[in-house]
């Protein structure tokens, strides 16, 4: 049965905080006259303003609680009906006029209960707005519930004085059984989640960052919504204990409940048609459009959720594009696109720059007597039309996963990799290097477009977008042992049946016979263990390709580093460069941050502190995150010099002029290569003969799809090969090499 409970009318818009809550010397408005920061000053009605309301069929259950500007114009409030304190900013004779909204200024047809409104507002029939604080030339047309609750808490997983622990909201991110669940807050970060999440061993700092977020916020109740400067909204039907920033624009919403919009001036948000969204945050620069559904979640700045989305328990990070699908359970790093009706994400941790195809199911999570399987996908995660993964699994960066059914738990160590369900001859294979073989135009354009599409305004995690970075150099690294490692055992097994030698050894052979580049290698089936929880083999192809793309991209990237200390540090001679350098340098690891990538040991360092209490809120989290970003460069640096000295093998005293001279030289070459090779797998798709049949004449095709030589991107990395090849030749002839 349904619970009604009666109460004196002259009580309607009063005591909204308990008298067991309020402040011993405090009234109910206490807090309500914190928040309105819009600098009016109030005054009673006079006689005449009190005559004019009630001609103009508005009623009041004190006129004496209605307060106005000077500037306050009786004439401009028509056939409302006032409840409680309400307060009303300057209503002059002007209409306000928005995407061809044309609305007169003033208040009409509205029941308002204890209200402030800033100068020059629109309210028409809103049927019923409580407890609100509303800025200056803000419209607000055909609302059916505008409310807040003395208990709001917008979004943010707090809980007020009086509540039980149990109400307070989580987010269930990563797993589907709740085993990583954090406490959502306003300013929550993507690295934040990730930390939250990760480290489940370690309950005193997940402690602390229960108490960071608690302590963020105030407990007492009585705090009103807030609704900010030039915010819109239309045709909305309910909106409750929602906090709205400023220049937001809502429109036709069915239902708003329990969130904080993010929004601003520089950054305005947006939400549409049809939106129901509980339970949440949305970022500076967010849009959510179109029947978007959104329970228990985060909204990065400038992400946006379209065309009937889901997301529901997760995290989507900064300049991610969400459409048509479901995403659950999920912690998804900056620079995520999913725009297909049937693709579907579940339990999974992908790192940013990620991309999933039409009909993807990443991944099944009923293979367990729970759900609690997990899928964990480095940068550049691209699973293709269709594909099925199964959890467990994990895949390194820039992993791209061939159309198919994949049906067991993967682990992929090889960046850069193509991965393949190979029915017909029932094994799984890979392809190292691909990207840097068959499509560098698509890595090396998503590269550039990601970093152009971040439209942070606080950037305060320093996000990398580079493909070749320490994580990835790390990754290739590896790879490189386990090339070496997969071959020797191929070749010891043909040269040798069922002979077993040490891994050392598999390596070392193996590593021999790549850097011969032997033509054996071609006649080896080279079969990798421990990629596919299956008894299949899973072959590695392309391997001799690989292993040289992989070294030759490492000292490349090292190479760009020692180039950028020379530029940056306005570095005299090649001694100076030796000399940013310890004596022995740390190919050291890195971690995937919420996309900003941290020394392992600084993580752990991090760890340690807020163990220790000197890490004491989330400010200082962040301070961390702005300090790591400002040391990147250096220790990036390092890392690099690092793993350049670990692929030539050599010291840093061998490290000389010479060698310095050579990889200058091979890095234009390599340039050289990338720059050829970003045009040529372009250019493929014009003279493709399936691609141009479509077309009766070349004018025809270049009008559809552009002129070749026309490209901006390709344009655009010719010039910096042309600027690369004359600053490469400076340095040369400054430091007389």
Known sequence: MNQINKKAIDSLGYNFIAPEYLPEGKDEYHLRNIQNRNGI????????EIEVLVRNRNASDNWNKILVSDAFNPELVKNCKFFGLVRIGKLEAYYLEYHNLRMPVGLYNSTIISCDFGDNVVVDNVNYVSHYIIGSEVILVNINELATTSAAKFGNGIIKQGENENIRIW????????GRKVIPFTRMLPGDAWLWSKYRDDEVMLEKFKWFTQKEYDVQRGYYGKIGDRTIIKNTSIIKDVWIGSDAYIK???KLKNLTVNSSAEAPSQIGEGCEMVNGIIGLGCKAFYGVKAIRFIMASHSQLKYGARLINSYLGNNSTISCCEVLNSLIFPSHEQHHNNSFLCAATVMGQSNMAAGATIGSNHNSRSADGELIAGRGFWPGLCVSLKHNSRFASFNILAKGDYPYELDIPFPFALISNDIANDQLIVMPAYWFMYNLYAIARNEWKYRDRDSRIEKEQRIEFDSLAPDTINELIHALQLLALYT??????KKSPGKKISDKEYIKTGKKLLEANDDIINELEIVADGLENSDRKTVIIKVQQAYAIFKELIIYYATLQCITQFRENDLKNFAALTRQLPSVPKRNQWINVGGQLIPAEEVEKFRKHVRAGKIKSWDDVHAFYTMQGQAYDADRFEHAFAALLEVLEISVTGFTPKVFKQILLQSVQTKTWLTDGIY???????????????????EEMDNVWGKLEDNGF???????????KKKVSNLSRSLKL
């Open 680 to 698: 040529e797998s372009r250019a493929k798709d014009y003279t493709n003969p399936f691609r141009i049949m479509i077309f009766n004449n070349q």
């Open 488 to 493: 020797g055992k191929a070749f010891s097994e």
């Open 714 to 724: 390709i344009a655009m990395q010719q010039t910096e090969l042309k600027d690369f």
């Open 171 to 178: 987010l269930e991110i990563c797993n589907e059984n709740g």
């Open 252 to 254: 036709g919403a069915n």
């Open 41 to 48: 000053q109030y005054r009673g009605l006079t006689a005449w």
